[in-house]
């Protein structure tokens, strides 16, 4: 039985990169896949996790910014790595935004993105959980209100999942992670942020910027 | 485009019901299997989700006894409802809990069970994310130290994982839930103790004891 954590996690990567084998994709990108197959055990990733040309070196380059992380549930807030003092922001649970929502009979996930946007249009939008958001967030997008540094769009569920995914897909311009299909969830979503701020954090003995640790 | 996060909600299970179809389990485990894959989309659940004989029931009345539920991540903790007042307790990020992690080179995990299972014997352990968790909790029970309400044992991943489980199967005198295999993970864990906790909420109708709205 091994103990140290760190063991743990060498092994569990080793793990899977003997599982994905030949696996191919540009190498920013596949310390994401690995760690999304890290917090799912699912390998069905492998197919359904889509990266637009560049979208992780854009995210490292916002990170090192200081750009806020947008989440859309404070559970996803709460799984992102606080060892670098990330700014992360979620109004979904706020008292004026349950209000909101339930007077517009809409999500709150609705409200939240669209207080967000109005605060902060150029974040990286991390979308976990409600397809309602990323299909907000996506229209504002086309109306040119926000202009995300990345957006993460791995809802999970059977109620406009899908759509939400491929309206995000049409926005050629938004540099983009997604699960296509009707998996994803929170897991995946902080899965995808901690590996890229992770391989942010590591780039510094590569000779490149870097976020220092809080 | 359906928007109403209530209709949302009943479509999302009706597409669930209609896709589970003649799936057969005991009445009040079904609200938790439907909401394991409402929050995962993956319908392998159906195949390793494990309920021993009357641990739903179990795991009700200790929710209307205010019996705390202990968690091994922030995550968990965050996104398990807050409608209820439930008491929830998880020392894994105390400052003394990583000091002595790192000083025995064990995983916080252990020794925020070892603290919890001191202060709360016989409460609800959840455990979606950290294998040496869970088996630090079932070495307590076997010595007599912990008495679970109710054992959640749906860690992720690939190393220690498949052992774990395997170890709180074997406590067969201990109300257990159990997600066989590599999957799980944090929102297993987290719609398994929301889906108990609504099925209380909802059993006043039914003239049962009901756990009171905060």
Redesign the interface.
Known sequence: ?????QK?EL??MR??QDTIGEYSCPPENLPVVKRVI?????FDFLKTLYFSEGAVMKAREALIKHTPIITD???L???ITKKYGLKIVCHVSDDDVISE?KSR????A?VNIERSVNDYPDAIYAIGNAP?AL?RLCELIKEGKALPALVIGVP??????I?SKNMLASLTDVPRIIAH???????VA?AIINAITYSVSVSKSQGMNTLPLK
Chains 1, 2 share one sequence.
């Open positions: 039985m091994i103990l140290d954590p743990i092994e569990s793990i899977i890290h917090a799912t055990a699912d549930t404070l559970m807030t709460s799984g929502a009979n809409i999500t709150r609705i309602t299909i999970v569920g059977f109620v406009n999942v759509e299909g009707n998996k994803g969830g929170t897991t902080c």
